[in-house]
Antibody, heavy 118, light 106 residues
Framework: QVQLQESGPGLVKPSETLSLTCTVS????????WSWIRQTPGKGLEWIGY???????DYSPSLKSRVTLSIDRSKNQVSLNLNSVTTADTAVYFC????????????WGQGTMVTVSS | DIQMTQSPSSLSASVGDRVTIACRAS??????LNWYQQKPGKAPKFLIY???TLQSGVPSRFSGSGSGTDFTLTISSLQPEDFATYYC?????????FGQGTQLEI
């Protein structure tokens, strides 16, 4: 069965770039859309964006100026880069597989906690 | 953005109870509504898509209904493993948005 595993630093300094990787097992990244979603106690679940193997992306307007999603087919990984972070970016970050139709998130990684602090 | 509002925010119930959680969209999402279950420290689990279609493997005590702006998730007979937080999510258009969650407590 498909498995997703997020990895990356658990602590990022303000103004720096948050970089996370999602490694996909038992499924090719070329077959689905891949999303990042974050969760905070205050704002709940927040969709960040998705990337398709073609390179097509779509981002939340609230984060669009700071976020980049990419796919590395050779490593079967999906990456998230969020620059100029603030404490408001402290959250649990999930990667998730998005079905083509409907646009539902049917497989999730376990999530990784990222704290933005100096 | 389409705003999703769930009610109630929390709900106390007992094993065997029938419970209903409501989700309202700020604009018409047709049938593009999904439901998830999340337990503490875990990722959300996909339950229902297109308003009423159960994801494979989800017990039949779960059901969804609604269209347009008003949707419901019903659990017909609560089991101990059902105590969790439930979220709705619209998939009509990006940015995809989630409800704030309904915490189902014993």
């Amino acid at each position: 069965q498909v498995q997703l595993q997020e990895s990356g630093p658990g602590l990022v300094k303000p103004s720096e770039t948050l970089s996370l990787t999602c490694t996909v097992s038992n499924e090719s990244v070329s077959d689905y859309y891949w999303s990042w979603i974050r969760q905070t106690p205050g704002k709940g679940l927040e969709w960040i964006g998705y990337v398709y193997h073609s390179g097509a992306t779509d981002y939340s307007p609230s984060l669009k100026s700071r976020v980049t999603l990419s796919i590395d087919r050779s490593k079967n990984q999906v990456s998230l880069n969020l620059n100029s972070v603030t404490t408001a970016d402290t959250a649990v970050y999930f990667c998730a597989r998005r079905r083509v139709v409907p646009a539902a998130f049917d497989v999730w990684g376990q999530g990784t906690m990222v704290t933005v602090s100096s | 953005d389409i705003q999703m509002t769930q009610s109630p925010s929390s709900l106390s119930a007992s094993v065997g109870d029938r419970v209903t959680i409501a989700c309202r969209a700020s604009q018409n999402v047709n049938f593009h509504l999904n439901w998830y279950q999340q337990k503490p420290g875990k990722a959300p689990k996909f339950l229902i898509y297109a308003g009423s279609t159960l994801q494979s493997g989800v017990p039949s005590r779960f059901s969804g209904s609604g269209s347009g702006t008003d949707f419901t998730l019903t659990i017909s007979s609560l089991q101990p493993e059902d105590f969790a937080t439930y979220y709705c999510q619209q998939s009509l258009t990006t940015p995809y948005t989630f409800g704030q969650g309904t915490q189902l407590e014993i």
